[in-house]
């Protein structure tokens, strides 16, 4: 069982950045590949960023390509997910979501691939 606690959410301005964290509980940490998803207002949950086991293989949604790092710290049970010039339409709550696996799939982008999801944070982006 893998407990996720996200936390970084808050009120910003169009063209500020954030970074948000997900602790995660529970051993083996880099045995968990990780996702970050997003849910605006109104809108189905979507893919944002996916980061393996060990860091090295990472996938972003197009939506946030150039603007996002997702990143990890294994010693720490943490995956952070940092977002510059944000807009808008970045307003959602965050979610970051675990594998039971430590490989990033063909499917990274599906949630039914992620076992493990926290409560989620908001993100409100001003214009």
């Known amino acids: 069982q893998v407990q996720l606690v996200e936390s970084g959410g808050g009120l910003v301005q169009t063209g ?3 970074r948000l964290s997900c602790a995660a509980s ?8 990780m996702g970050w998803f ?9 893919f944002v960023a996916a980061i393996n086991g060990n860091g090295v293989i990472i996938y972003f949604a197009d939506s946030v390509k150039g ?7 294994n010693a720490k049970n943490t995956v952070y997910l940092q ?3 944000l807009k808008p339409e970045d307003t959602a709550v965050y979610y970051c979501a675990a594998r039971s ?24 982006v001003s214009s």
């Not at 603007?67 to 710290?73: E, G, K, N, P």
């Open 67 to 73: 603007r996002a790092t997702i990143s990890r710290d």
């Open 101 to 124: 696996v430590s490989y990033v799939g063909s499917s990274y982008y599906k949630l039914g691939d992620y076992v493990y999801w926290g409560q989620g944070t908001q993100v409100t």
């Open 38 to 46: 997003r849910q605006p207002p109104g809108k189905e949950r979507e």
């Open 16 to 18: 500020d950045s954030l």
């Open 83 to 85: 977002m510059n010039s």
């Open 26 to 33: 529970g051993r083996s940490f880099e045995g968990n590949a």
